[in-house]
């Protein structure tokens, strides 16, 4: 494998249901993000991660938890939805967060559809 | 606010040379990207540029003003393959990453 990856690449949950979205980087990036994007309108950054550690969160609703157990991994668990949060999400990684002119390198999303 | 603003959609024939705008206001500057999208898939990058300039990739180019808040993607000898959607993003003070909404380009024979 290489690049990003991303699993389920389709997703179909109730509101009540609890799931996770997984993310995994072949890069050796230091820094990973969360992004959902919805039609026609600008990607939305939620999380961000760099070294492990939470660097920016968005005001994104609890719903959402995200969790990065090392610098390769990141998880988002998802818990009682809305069909508003339907959506794509996306996950990207870069070379380090803080560093100008560092291209992030996205993963081919995963296709929320919460009924 | 930040702001980042590019047409919705645009149409360019095949073989034809087309431009695509993207203006900014943003706190602090620290760089401009252009990545593509094709329908389904994760954007990919394009280019970035700090410096005020013309920088040339084949046959892309992007342009920056900073004075102006603007930059434009140009795309040159268009292809088929070239429809997709063209993300215009900045880097802002605190090195976060503001995006526009995209542009949709579609090629016609």
């Known amino acids: 494998e290489t690049g990003v990856t991303q699993t389920p690449r389709h997703l179909v949950m109730g509101m009540t249901n609890k799931k996770s979205l997984k993310c995994e980087q072949h890069l050796g990036h230091n820094a990973m993000y969360w992004y959902k994007q919805s039609a026609k309108k600008p990607l939305e950054l939620m999380f961000v991660?760099?070294?492990?550690?939470?660097?920016e969160n968005n005001s994104v609703p609890s719903r959402f938890s995200p969790e990065c157990p090392n610098s390769s991994h990141l998880f988002l668990h998802l818990h009682t939805l809305q069909p508003e949060d339907s959506a794509l999400y996306l996950c990207?990684?870069?070379?380090?967060?803080?560093?100008?002119?560092?291209?992030?390198?996205f993963g081919p999303g995963t296709r929320l559809t919460v009924l | 606010g930040q702001n980042i603003d590019q047409p919705t959609e645009m149409t360019a024939t095949e073989g034809a040379i087309v431009q695509i705008n993207c203006t900014y206001q943003?706190?602090?500057?620290?760089?401009l990207f252009w990545y593509q999208q094709h329908a389904g898939e994760a954007p990919t990058f394009l280019s970035y540029?700090?410096l005020d300039g013309l920088e040339e990739k084949g046959r892309f180019s992007s342009f920056l003003s900073r004075s102006k808040g603007y930059s434009y993607l140009l795309l040159k000898e268009l292809q088929m393959k070239d429809s997709a959607s063209y993300l215009c993003a900045v880097l802002d003070s605190n090195y976060q990453l503001i995006w526009g909404a995209g542009t949709k380009l579609i090629i016609k024979p």
């Open positions: 540029n700090v």
């Open positions: 991660y760099n070294f492990k550690e939470q660097t």
């Open positions: 990207a990684s870069s070379q380090d967060e803080s560093q100008g002119g560092n291209e992030q390198f």
């Open positions: 943003t706190s602090g500057f620290n760089g």
